[in-house]
């Protein structure tokens, strides 16, 4: 790949200083990247290899855990209600005035009430906890649904907007987007955007939650895998469309420059597209055609560029006809007349060019891949 990070202006040091400080960036989310553990490993691994294991309850965590909110909420009424009642009898029986004894059940029924709301104050990080223990134990991170985890924060009575609760959301997102980048120098699979798309829709993030994500990220990588930080830019500008211009200043923060970024689009693209072509033959199938010209069009891939693959992918299919007619030849060692599967290897040549041509001026062209049009073996 072109793209070389390494000449980019800033340090990776100054790049995560501007992350750090990034205004996208809520103070909760800025203090937590640092001890953040991520774990690189397919998005189909089990929800453990991907978010780590089980988070334990403490403190009156596990007694919150076990009562419903209609239970707490009835739990709490009785004990204010029993503190006030025994806060009344000890104002009388000290005080002697029913003055005394109103002020007595005032202080010690205020006191419960308070230590009633600090308990309840524990009921988002226990749906947290029970949040996380739920996706890090399912068979597979990308089947959770929107529905299961509302289900989850309706268990507990909380909301997904709690600090606590989305915290979790955003650590969970964290983990699988870093999960399904590809170690080293592997190239993308093609799957990665959809996967993370389905992730974070059932997650419920907002899009700038989930971009504050990507940059920690992004901070990551660009200390340590400058590869999958070029994969990162094109699977987060993918995911967020038209507002990753505003919601990813991969310039402002990482120092780098508009080529930098278009090399790193361009170049993964030409790889998820190289793997796309694979599926045209010299069959040509008209839906085939189409697919792969929607696929460009996801890809964000030049036309240009696209059409110099689509020829060169044509011309290979046509190399390898004549490869085959070529060793048949070869390996005939009459005098005769030449064999039939030259022939047909030729008949299949020109065939093939005639459809290139015949679909390069089909009406509603524009609809199918790039490139179409007769291939010329001249150079």
């Given amino acids: 790949m072109e793209l070389s990070l390494v000449s980019a202006k800033a340090s990776p040091r100054a790049a995560a200083a501007a992350v750090s400080?990034?205004?996208?960036?809520?103070?909760?989310?800025?203090?937590?990247?640092?001890?953040?553990?991520?774990?690189?490993?397919?998005?189909?691994?089990?929800?453990?290899?991907?978010?780590?294991?089980?988070?334990?309850?403490?403190?009156?965590?596990?007694?919150?855990?076990?009562?419903?909110?209609?239970?707490?909420?009835?739990?709490?009424?009785?004990?204010?209600?029993?503190?006030?009642?025994?806060?009344?009898?000890?104002?009388?029986?000290?005080?002697?005035?029913?003055t005394t004894a109103v002020a007595g059940a005032a202080v010690l029924g205020a006191a419960t009430l308070a230590g009633a709301a600090a308990v309840n104050s524990v009921v988002p990080g226990v749906a947290a906890v029970g949040l996380h223990n739920y996706v890090a134990g399912s068979d597979d991170p990308t089947a959770l649904e929107a529905s299961e985890v509302a289900a989850i924060a309706s268990k507990y009575g909380v909301s997904t907007q709690d600090a606590a609760f989305k915290s979790e959301l955003c650590d969970l997102y964290a983990s699988f987007v870093y999960s399904v980048l590809p170690p080293g120098h592997e190239d993308l699979k093609g799957t990665e955007v959809e996967a993370i798309k389905k992730f974070k829709k059932a997650l419920g993030l907002d899009d700038v939650d989930a971009a504050n994500m990507h940059l920690a990220i992004g901070r990551r990588l660009y200390r340590e895998r400058l590869d999958a930080f070029q994969k990162l830019i094109f699977v987060s500008n993918l995911v967020f469309g038209d507002a990753s211009d505003f919601i990813l200043p991969w310039k402002h923060l990482f120092g780098i420059t508009d080529y930098q970024i278009d090399i790193a689009m361009r170049e993964n693209a030409k790889s998820l597209y190289a793997l796309e072509l694979k599926s045209i033959g010299r069959g040509l199938d008209i839906g085939t055609l189409i697919e792969v010209r929607r696929v460009q069009l996801a890809y964000k891939l030049f036309d240009e560029v696209a059409a110099d693959m689509f020829k060169e992918h044509a011309k290979k299919l046509i190399q390898e006809n004549i490869s085959s007619a070529l060793s048949i030849l070869k390996s005939n060692t009459s005098a005769g007349n030449i064999p039939t599967e030259v022939i047909n290897e030729v008949n299949s040549i020109l065939a093939f060019n005639r459809l290139l041509t015949v679909l390069s001026k089909f009406p509603q062209g524009e609809r199918f891949a790039r490139g179409l049009g007769p291939i010329s073996l001249g150079d």
């Fill in 21 to 98: 400080s990034s205004p996208l960036l809520p103070s909760a989310t800025r203090s937590r990247p640092r001890g953040r553990r991520f774990r690189c490993v397919a998005a189909a691994s089990k929800g453990e290899e991907v978010f780590g294991g089980r988070k334990e309850l403490t403190g009156v965590q596990p007694l919150v855990e076990a009562l419903p909110p209609a239970g707490r909420a009835v739990l709490e009424l009785a004990v204010v209600a029993a503190a006030a009642a025994g806060g009344y009898s000890l104002g009388t029986r000290y005080g002697g005035t029913r």
